[in-house]
T-cell receptor, first 112, second 115 residues
């Protein structure tokens, strides 16, 4: 299936830990993104990469570090997790703007 | 800064009704507008994509319109069914290539269709 897949689907961890979320797309898209959906269900962009190059870096704590080993993968590493990091994180990809965006199924992160 | 507003925030209708969801955006310099559906605890499913040069798109019982100059879009759902119950999200794509492509989302309309 052509898709954007992210793992894990659920992640429960203690404050202070470091964790990673992985994302892969097999759509051949050039651009990948991380979006965060907060407790009020509002979606907001965090990062975007185009052909492994960082394009957008919103006002996100530097504890969050995206890494793109190739244009099909965009991983998100989070250091020193805090309670406020609890949210659903969505990976997405697009080829050119005219074709729209495809989203992964999300990773629900709970920090306890 | 682009802002997207969706009205109403929640809507409850009986099965079979036709309904309209509204989306407005503050900056008309968009590349396209996309409607998504999100089921509880699930990801986003793309419903319709309207390019900035288009006025509407249709898929089955769904019809989305776009009036870029006035900063408005509507999603029309005909003959609603309980399976249409979900949150519907409107998102606009930025036009400025140098600042990167990004989607700006509204806060969504939570639709409940009662049998």
């Amino acid at each position: 299936d052509t898709a954007v897949s992210q793992t894990p689907k659920y992640l429960v961890t203690q404050m202070g830990n470091d964790k990673s979320i992985k994302c892969e797309q097999n759509l051949g898209h050039d651009t990948m993104y991380w979006y965060k959906q907060d407790s009020k269900k509002f979606l907001k962009i965090m990062f975007s990469y185009n052909n492994k190059e960082l394009i957008i870096n919103e006002t996100v704590p530097n504890r969050f570090s995206p890494k793109s080993p190739d244009k099909a993968h965009l991983n998100l590493h989070i250091n020193s997790l805090e309670l406020g990091d609890s949210a659903v994180y969505f990976c997405a990809s697009s080829q050119v703007q005219s074709y729209g965006y495809t989203f992964g199924s999300g990773t629900r992160l709970t920090v306890v | 800064k682009q802002e997207v507003t969706q009205i109403p925030a929640a809507l409850s209708v009986p099965e079979g009704e036709n309904l309209v969801l509204n989306c407005s955006f503050t900056d008309s310099a968009i590349y396209n507008l996309q409607w998504f559906r999100q089921d509880p605890g699930k990801g986003l499913t793309s419903l319709l994509l309207i390019q900035s040069s288009q006025r509407e798109q249709t898929s089955g019982r769904l019809n989305a319109s776009l009036d870029k100059s006035s900063g408005r879009s509507t999603l029309y759902i005909a003959a609603s069914q309980p399976g249409d119950s979900a949150t519907y999200l409107c998102a606009v794509s930025a036009l400025d290539q140098t600042s990167g492509s990004r989607l700006t989302f509204g806060e969504g309309t939570q639709l409940t269709v009662n049998p």
